[in-house]
């Protein structure tokens, strides 16, 4: 069996062509000439600058001035590279272009609630699957509830799968301090090869105001898995690991200044490594983020790997 990953290509495209043109109207630009979205500059938050020496060069899901929430992605790492367009038209998501080496067109359906379905082509050793679901909300939207069947393949492999999965979030606030525990429990099974794979994640999360312009953010990540997979893109493992900010802004002023300061740090408790990084980052009239340089040590445990010293320009949004 093989995927028509023509038609896929051609829908994506299509999909991501109408974010680029979108009905006339929508795109006509004022008597007065250029207009950028209203919520243009609210788009930055989720952009990647990534411009380290361990990393590469570029950026992720850059947006354009368009209506259309329309993403760029363009990154030279050292062992890849990535290229291609990204678009989020409501609960509809489509991206075409080549993403860590791999050829990639996916146009997936996802609202909180409701008919949900999925089709993604990729090149190389990479899975391609499709499936269609349903999705229902409970507890004010607290909990969530979904169930997928699909078909992928992989190499040689292609098989049938259901996907279920059951999702909660739950926050509380003592005074000033902010936390959250995440959770979801998933399970892949694959009736005709025999196999299944069920998975827990919980991330504890953690907010807190020390002072005027200064926080803490801290998580803690915890997987576990058992069982196996018949697609090995599906397939997960134990992971667990602890992270942490504290983060100093200045107020904000007009001009060019010091915007802000971040000491970073992490551990990997699976990968046997730690990081820690320092941010100095600035305003600079006319950008939406606050931008600067960065300089970190990633220090790895005996016999797991060799430590290093990286250095990178981060930002953060204004």
Same mark, same amino acid.
């Given at each position: 069996?093989?995927?028509?990953?023509?038609?896929?290509?051609?829908?994506?495209?299509?999909?991501?062509?109408?974010?680029?043109? /979108?009905?006339?109207?929508?795109?006509?630009?004022?008597?007065?000439?250029? *207009?950028?979205?209203?919520?243009?500059?609210?788009?930055?938050?989720?952009?990647?600058?990534?411009?380290?020496?361990?990393?590469?060069?570029? +950026?992720? $899901?850059?947006?354009?001035?368009? @209506? =259309?929430?329309?993403?760029?992605?363009?990154? @030279?790492?050292?062992?890849?590279?990535?290229?291609?367009?990204?678009?989020?038209?409501?609960?509809?998501?489509? =991206?075409?272009?080549?993403?860590?080496?791999?050829?990639?067109?996916?146009?997936?359906?996802?609202?909180?609630?409701?008919?949900?379905?999925?089709?993604?082509?990729?090149?190389?050793?990479?899975?391609?699957?499709?499936?269609?679901? $349903? =999705?229902? *909300?409970?507890?004010?939207?607290?909990?969530?509830?979904?169930?997928? +069947?699909?078909?992928?393949? *992989?190499?040689? &492999?292609?098989?049938?799968?259901?996907?279920?999965?059951?999702?909660?979030?739950?926050?509380?606030?003592?005074?000033?301090?902010?936390?959250?525990?995440?959770?979801?429990?998933?399970?892949?099974?694959?009736? +005709?090869?025999?196999?299944?794979?069920?998975?827990?994640?919980?991330?504890?999360?953690?907010?807190?105001?020390?002072?005027?312009?200064?926080?803490?953010?801290?998580?803690?990540?915890?997987?576990?898995?058992? /069982?196996? &997979?018949?697609?090995?893109?599906? #397939?997960?493992?134990?992971?667990?690991?602890?992270?942490?900010?504290?983060?100093?802004?200045?107020?904000?002023?007009?001009?060019?200044?010091?915007?802000?300061?971040?000491?970073?740090?992490?551990?990997?408790?699976?990968?046997?490594?730690?990081?820690?990084?320092?941010?100095?980052?600035?305003?600079?009239?006319?950008?939406?983020?606050?931008?600067?340089?960065?300089?970190?040590?990633?220090?790895?445990?005996? #016999?797991?790997?060799?430590?290093?010293?990286? $250095? #990178?320009?981060?930002?953060?949004?204004?």
């Amino acid at each position: 069996m093989r995927f028509p990953a023509s038609a896929l290509l051609t829908a994506t495209l299509t999909a991501v062509g109408f974010a680029l043109t /979108g009905p006339a109207s929508a795109q006509a630009a004022p008597a007065g000439g250029f *207009q950028l979205p209203a919520d243009y500059f609210g788009r930055f938050g989720s952009t990647q600058l990534v411009a380290n020496t361990t990393d590469g060069f570029g +950026v992720r $899901y850059l947006p354009l001035p368009l @209506k =259309a929430d329309l993403r760029l992605t363009l990154v @030279k790492a050292p062992t890849y590279t990535d290229y291609g367009l990204s678009a989020q038209l409501g609960s509809l998501y489509a =991206a075409a272009g080549v993403f860590y080496n791999v050829p990639r067109a996916e146009l997936t359906n996802a609202p909180a609630s409701g008919l949900q379905w999925s089709g993604v082509v990729q090149g190389g050793a990479s899975h391609s699957h499709f499936s269609v679901g $349903y =999705a229902t *909300q409970v507890d004010g939207g607290k909990v969530r509830f979904l169930n997928n +069947v699909g078909v992928a393949q *992989q190499g040689g &492999v292609t098989a049938p799968y259901t996907q279920s999965e059951v999702s909660a979030a739950y926050g509380r606030t003592f005074d000033k301090v902010n936390t959250a525990v995440y959770s979801t429990a998933r399970m892949y099974a694959f009736p +005709v090869q025999g196999k299944a794979q069920g998975s827990l994640d919980v991330t504890l999360a953690l907010n807190a105001p020390l002072a005027q312009g200064l926080a803490l953010n801290a998580s803690h990540f915890e997987r576990f898995t058992v /069982g196996e &997979v018949a697609i090995s893109d599906f #397939g997960l493992a134990r992971a667990h690991s602890t992270s942490g900010d504290l983060t100093y802004r200045l107020p904000n002023a007009p001009g060019f200044g010091l915007g802000a300061v971040r000491a970073r740090a992490s551990r990997d408790w699976t990968g046997r490594y730690s990081t820690v990084d320092g941010d100095v980052m600035f305003r600079v009239d006319g950008l939406p983020v606050l931008i600067g340089p960065s300089v970190g040590y990633v220090a790895f445990d005996a #016999g797991a790997g060799t430590s290093y010293i990286r $250095y #990178g320009l981060v930002t953060l949004p204004r």
